[in-house]
């Protein structure tokens, strides 16, 4: 059964799991398999599984393939919930949906809330909103989204490029852009 299966199988809408599996996972855990022990993060956050973290966690635990599962439906449901929040009255695209997710995912919602992108977004500036993924301007200069405690991490720079390229992929899009 693939990722997509198991995380459907525990509730999830297709949608979010499509994105859990294809967009988040693979850039959460080597090749999409989740890390099953806990470990630091580049910024020596305990982390976990498919980027799992929380006050539960300590060095030195082991969990099944399937407590990994279980924990990133849980953490999915969560950051949807709050994307749902933080983006209503907009219907989101498929893609909009699964780059806002997994940026939701990796920079937490309080961070989504008041970013420039989401404000864009409501005031439906959508291809705009997409842009800011990879043009966003912060304290650091732009890619404002690529930085974790003060350090621009290559593997955020891929994960927002394939965002905003899944963000834009069902939104009408200047050619001169």
């Known amino acids: 059964m693939s990722l997509k299966q198991k995380l459907v199988a525990l509730g999830l809408s297709s949608a979010v799991a499509l994105a859990g599996a294809n967009l988040i996972a693979p850039t959460e855990a080597p090749n999409g398999e989740p890390i099953l022990h806990t470990y630091l993060d580049p910024v020596d956050i305990i982390t976990a599984c498919f980027g799992h973290t929380g006050t539960e966690l300590e060095l030195n635990q082991f969990f099944s393939e399937q407590q990994c599962v279980e924990m990133f439906a849980k953490d999915l449901g969560k950051a949807d919930r709050q994307l749902r929040r933080l983006t209503y009255p907009v219907q989101l695209t498929e893609g909009e949906h699964a780059a806002y997710l997994s940026l939701i995912y990796n920079f937490g919602a309080g961070n989504f809330q008041t970013s420039t992108l989401r404000k864009l977004l409501l ?11 990879t043009d966003a301007c912060g304290k650091h200069g732009c890619n404002g989204f690529v930085y974790a405690a ?28």
């Not at 005031?123 to 993924?133: D, F, I, N, S, Y």
């Open 123 to 133: 005031r439906g500036e959508r291809v705009a909103a997409c842009h800011q993924l």
């Open 150 to 177: 003060d350090i621009k991490l290559p593997g955020l720079v891929e994960r927002r490029k394939k965002e905003r390229k899944i963000c834009l992929k069902d939104l009408y899009v200047e050619q001169n852009h």
